[in-house]
């Protein structure tokens, strides 16, 4: 029992140095971002290329949906972590369907993270530069924007395909610290993805943020290498 006990209090005290107490906010100048799944509800993209477009492309080419998600899904793989997997324009070509078209068609479905916007509104009041990096492409940012307002609170947006290559990638880093002039000594950078958060950690940014509940239809995700935040309304408990 006592064994048992210490593996708790062990693991209890490797939770808590994991959590976003360690950020101190009031030193950082710059808030860099991702969208889907940090700010935005990932449901939409999971119901959307999980369920919509499966559906869509079977009615197409008149063959089963299981049968549709089972060559979906082998396309999907093949294309992760590269340009082509958030270029719509691209699955448009590859799969015969009007992406965007159909992204508008369910639409309703994208919503903002809780306590999102009342983050963002406090970070501008206390004067930072808020940054938007995403591996999404223009025209599903554009739709998200429209959706969702939430694109007048960051001073500027930068998609890979402004650069040429996925967060994942050390380049992308570069050159988005040589577009936005951030401190990679005073920035905090949320994302809900471990490589990317790992290919950041790499290039230098110092403070990093875990957005462990990413879906709300979907248990929080887990990680053993960066702090974790669920819900925007801790770290602005911090600043109180």
Known sequence: MAGKWNDKAQQCRKEMTMTHAQIPMQEITHILLDMDGTLLDLYFDDYF???HVPEKYAEKHN???GGAREQLYAKYKSHEKTLNWC???????ELHLD?????EQVRHLIDVHPH?????KLMRKQGKKIFLLTNAHFKAVEIKFRK???GEYFDEVLSSFHVGHPKEDIAFWHKAEDKLRFDKEQSLFIDDTEDVLKTAKKYGIRHLLFKAKASSMSEPKKTEHFPVIHDFRELMQENC
Do not use: E, M, N
């Open 49 to 51: 290329w999980g369920h």
């Open 63 to 65: 063959i089963p949906l």
């Open 87 to 93: 270029d719509i324009d691209f699955w448009s070509r």
């Open 99 to 103: 992406i965007p078209a159909l992204k």
């Open 116 to 120: 999102v916007i009342d983050f963002l």
């Open 148 to 150: 969702t307002q939430i």
